[in-house]
């Protein structure tokens, strides 16, 4: 069935470094892809999307791509801040809709 | 704007007792989920539902049930409580299964 990958958290970085949280999918046709943030003792909102191969989804700073010859859905960030802490999800829907699959999640801790 | 709520917000289960998680939304949304939530597990769907009186099993269904008799409400019932069941539940919603999901705030289950 579909799945989705993430690296494992936790992620430390300084203020204003470089973001990347890796995520891999596997999945039949031609899914969506989707990254969530859950910032502390909130529920997940979206944070940015892509529908179809090469599409890039940005939304805060935040970029994705939509790598279908990798099967990746690579978060980035070119300088993060403190309140970009929170644990990041990768996502996936299959072509024909219905239930949206999560990676495990990936902790985002950044330091002043 | 109320969006998702969920309640209650923290609940505390005797082994084999029974609950209901209440979950209503104001959006008109037809798509309707139950998640729960584990350390390091990422998000699980248990049930969910395309419109009122259309409920499907997620990947980990047991111990659990649902009904949708309207488009707003969509109770999660938890028979028989068992410690397994200790977690975070999210409800989510959205206008089509199209992965852009608005969760509530989540319900935090212990059961003892």
Not at chain 2, 49 to 57: E, F, L, M, P, W
Request: proline fraction near 4%; glycine fraction near 12%.
């Amino acid at each position: 069935g579909d799945s989705v990958t993430q690296m494992e958290g936790p992620v430390t970085l300084s203020e204003e470094a470089f973001l990347t949280i890796n995520c891999t999918y596997t999945a039949t046709g031609y899914p969506s892809l989707f990254w969530y943030v859950q910032y502390p003792g909130e529920g997940l909102q979206l944070l940015l999307k892509a529908t179809k191969a090469d599409d890039k989804g940005s939304n805060k700073g935040f970029e994705a791509t939509y790598r279908k010859e990798t099967t990746s859905f690579h978060l980035e960030k070119g300088s993060v801040q403190v309140s970009d802490s929170a644990v990041y999800f990768c996502a996936l829907i299959g072509g024909q809709g219905g239930k949206l699959i999560f990676g495990q999640g990936t902790e985002l801790s950044v330091k002043p | 704007n109320a969006g998702v709520t969920q309640t209650p917000k923290f609940r505390i289960l005797k082994i084999g007792q029974s609950m209901t998680l209440q979950c209503a939304q104001d959006m008109n949304h037809n798509y309707m989920y139950w998640y729960r939530q584990d350390p390091g597990m990422g998000l699980k769907l248990i049930y969910y539902s395309v419109g009122a009186g259309i409920t499907d099993k997620g990947e980990v269904p047991n111990g659990y049930n649902v009904s949708r008799s309207t488009t707003e409400d969509f109770p999660l019932r938890l028979e028989l409580a068992a410690p397994s069941q200790t977690s975070v539940y999210f409800c989510a919603s959205s206008k089509q299964g199209t992965g852009e999901l608005f969760f509530g705030e989540g319900s935090r289950l212990t059961v003892l």
